[in-house]
């Protein structure tokens, strides 16, 4: 989701390490090393990687370089080829009711489980290569100064992808500011134990 | 560290957080400060969760309109239910922003900032949009982590007893 939309979801990460000062001079590469790449013209389920924050067709940044200010921006895409399960299961009867017809006449009465299990993953593939991926795109926003990083999205599936390839992109992990980490952040590691031992307040 | 646990005592912070906030906001008028010395007000309105019990015997009360005094979920806390979430008003001078803000995770939702004038013209810094946006994000987010530490600090002092004790006040009489 675009969080510069007038209504955006958000969920906050505070980055775990110090920044080595040589990533910064890196930022363009690994960006570039792990960017998207289309599925268009390919059977692939899906794909993910960075693009251009401006342009979410632009694995180049030739629109617009990542910085911008105190900022680095960039966003995570997610192309994704969706089959209806109504239509998988009509074609793969139609498949073997055809493979069927074509062993009776050597005399074949049934499909093997092995034979049913290949059929579907044939007919899968062959409608993934008919039908396209659906694009999605989700803006993050670093801030270098505090380093913070804001993501676009609350959805659990997409922060997990986005972590996991932040990570393999910038050997850095991320801590979501959940309100316990948040908590920890406020008081400092010696409250750990406390905060891990907090009973719930019974207000009535 | 044990991040089950942290996800566990995550919901039981985000609870007691947005179960205080709102009784505190009630009491205040809205009224806080951040610690450089700038107030603002918030609101918790429109649209409150809460929630009690736990795995299949969970409960969740939902109660939501424009004008709404929300007196279901007031009725929910005084049998000890929590907020879950909430939607919130927060306003600064002439600003005014919106979000709705999640106890488990702090996820934020629908979050509307002061508009931001999108018209660009020749000459003017092609990040200025971008920019403005961002600085009113992280106004909301200054504002959130205000009351949010007000909150940590208290939760974690001698002061709690006496915060419950006015909370419960605020639920009976609300």
């Given at each position: 989701m675009a969080i510069l939309s007038a209504s955006t979801s958000l969920t906050r990460y505070h980055i775990v390490e110090d920044v080595p000062q040589e990533l910064w001079a890196e930022v363009n590469d690994r960006l570039r090393k792990f960017a998207f790449r289309d599925i268009d013209d390919t059977a692939d389920e899906r794909s993910f990687g960075w693009v251009c924050f401006d342009n979410m067709l632009d694995a180049k940044w030739t629109t617009a370089p990542p910085e911008k200010g105190v900022y680095l921006t960039f966003s995570l895409r997610l192309d994704t080829r969706r089959i209806s399960a109504a239509v998988l299961k009509k074609h793969v009867q139609l498949a073997m009711d055809h493979q069927l017809r074509l062993m009776q006449d050597q005399g074949q009465k049934f499909l093997t489980r092995d034979q049913k299990t290949e059929i579907k993953e044939q007919v899968k593939l062959r409608i993934r290569a008919r039908t396209l991926p659906v694009p999605a795109y989700f803006n993050v926003i670093w801030d270098t100064d505090k380093n913070i990083i804001y993501l676009g999205s609350t959805t659990d599936k997409i922060l997990e992808l986005f972590n996991e390839l932040f990570t393999k992109t910038f050997g850095l992990n991320l801590e979501p500011q959940t309100p316990f980490f948040s908590a920890l952040n406020l008081l400092g590691e010696d409250r750990l134990q406390d905060l891990e031992t907090l009973e719930p307040t019974i207000f009535v | 560290m044990d991040l089950e646990r942290a996800t566990t005592q995550a919901t039981l912070i985000g609870q007691d957080f947005l179960t205080w906030l709102w009784a505190t906001s009630e009491q205040h008028r809205g009224r806080f400060t951040t610690a450089s010395?700038?107030?603002?007000?918030?609101?918790?309105?429109?649209?409150?969760?809460?929630?009690?019990?736990?795995?299949?015997?969970?409960?969740?009360?939902?109660?939501?309109?424009?004008?709404?005094?929300?007196?279901?979920?007031?009725?929910?806390?005084?049998?000890?239910?929590?907020?879950?979430?909430?939607?919130?008003?927060?306003?600064?001078?002439?600003?005014?922003?919106?979000?709705?803000?999640?106890?488990?995770?702090?996820?934020?939702?629908?979050?509307?900032?002061?508009?931001?004038?999108?018209?660009?013209?020749?000459?003017?810094?092609?990040?200025?949009?971008?920019?403005?946006?961002?600085f009113l994000i992280e106004k909301c987010m200054l504002y959130l982590d205000t009351v949010f530490s007000i909150f940590i600090k208290l939760r974690m002092s001698s002061q709690w007893n006496s915060e419950i004790e006015r909370i419960r006040q605020w639920m009976n009489a609300a």
């Open positions: - | 010395g700038e107030d603002f007000s918030l609101f918790v309105e429109q649209r409150v969760s809460v929630q009690g019990g736990e795995g299949e015997g969970k409960e969740t009360a939902v109660c939501s309109g424009p004008m709404a005094e929300l007196k279901e979920a007031r009725m929910g806390l005084r049998t000890g239910k929590k907020v879950g979430q909430a939607k919130l008003r927060i306003e600064h001078d002439e600003n005014a922003w919106q979000v709705q803000i999640n106890a488990d995770t702090f996820a934020l939702s629908g979050l509307k900032t002061p508009k931001v004038d999108t018209h660009v013209e020749e000459g003017d810094d092609p990040d200025a949009i971008f920019l403005e946006k961002i």
